[in-house]
């Protein structure tokens, strides 16, 4: 059977490195992968571009006729969408083709249609998908609780190159340093981080660095300034080696207001950053005790920065959450276990 495996772009993002690891890894005998995507930087982690076809971010009748000509073309049975709109590209394709492929839909984050049009989101899950991927246990109930049937949905956790993400024991310095990996935008929520970094501005030795881009640049410069915490607060602009970014790191920070189950989670514990974050959507399911890591209920600063002080104080502490976070990963976040669990939603639909 021959797969089309779709998203929306391919500019640095969470569904985006997951669409190039199904690209890289995935292969099987009796199975032919194609791609299609919009236009973005990670394009030159495809292999196969023989396979791959480019898609418009605005186009959409394009997007169709491109959709259209490669699954006839290719006789396409399955195609594997990872965003709603190429879902949508899917249904309406289903829809006017003699052949009908089945349509697998892995869902990264809250859609604006689950939330404005809960009835509409449901009965096209349960009418026209074959299964619906969660990567968090937590986003599964929420999608039963909406009224998607059962069977139709099915986790499987995002999984950590841990050829990449490696892990190794940090050197201890007179700096401590806390970062956050993410995109500068409001759902992030910066804000929270900046006065987690305020409130332990007197302490010289914590110094603060935000990595990632987006159209909160500038406002979080601003805000960096209005504080007086130029001397205390690091913007590092887009990170394009973001194991390498976490690795320096002592301490990684998530501060958001909604995640699903977000892939900077796992690389920290991967390569022995310990994590500090809000306890919202599957964070608790990769966190599951203090053990790996530490959860902030309700964005408490005053967790936060207690939590911080834990870690600057007590080195050896840092080492075991290290060295316990990298085992959690290893056995269950990896990307061979990810892959294997992908194929298998795959072969059930032969």
Known sequence: MNVLIMTDKLITGGAENYFCKLENQLKHPEYVFYTAAGPGELFEQIHNKVHFSLLSRSNH???????????????????????????????VLKKLLPNKPSIIYTKHNVTMMENRFR?????????????????????????????????????????????KFRYYPKKQTDTFKVGILARLSSEKNHEL????????KSDRHIQFYIGGEGPEYTKIHQMIENAELTQHV???????????????????LLTSHREVFPMVILEAMAVGTPIISANTGGIKEAINSDNVGFLVSDYSIDDFCKYINVMKNN?????????????????????????????EQYLQKR
């Open 61 to 91: 009748l394009a997007n169709l006729l491109t959709i259209k000509k490669r699954i006839v073309e290719s006789e396409i049975g399955l195609i594997h969408a990872n965003s709603l709109r190429m879902v949508l590209y899917a249904v």
């Open 119 to 163: 009835n509409i989101f449901v009965s096209l899950v349960n009418r026209h998908l074959t299964r619906v991927i969660t990567v968090s246990d937590d986003e599964r109930l929420n999608l039963l609780q909406l009224g998607v049937q059962t069977e139709k949905a099915a986790t499987i956790y995002n999984g950590v190159d841990l050829r």
């Open 234 to 252: 690091h913007m590092m602009g887009d990170i394009r080696n973001p194991e390498k970014f976490i690795g320096e790191m002592d301490v990684l």
């Open 315 to 343: 080195p050896s502490l840092r080492l075991k959450m290290a060295e316990d976070a990298n085992l959690r990963v290893q056995k269950n976040f990896s990307l061979e276990k990810m892959i294997n669990a992908t194929m």
């Open 193 to 200: 981080f900046l006065e987690i970094a305020k409130r332990l």
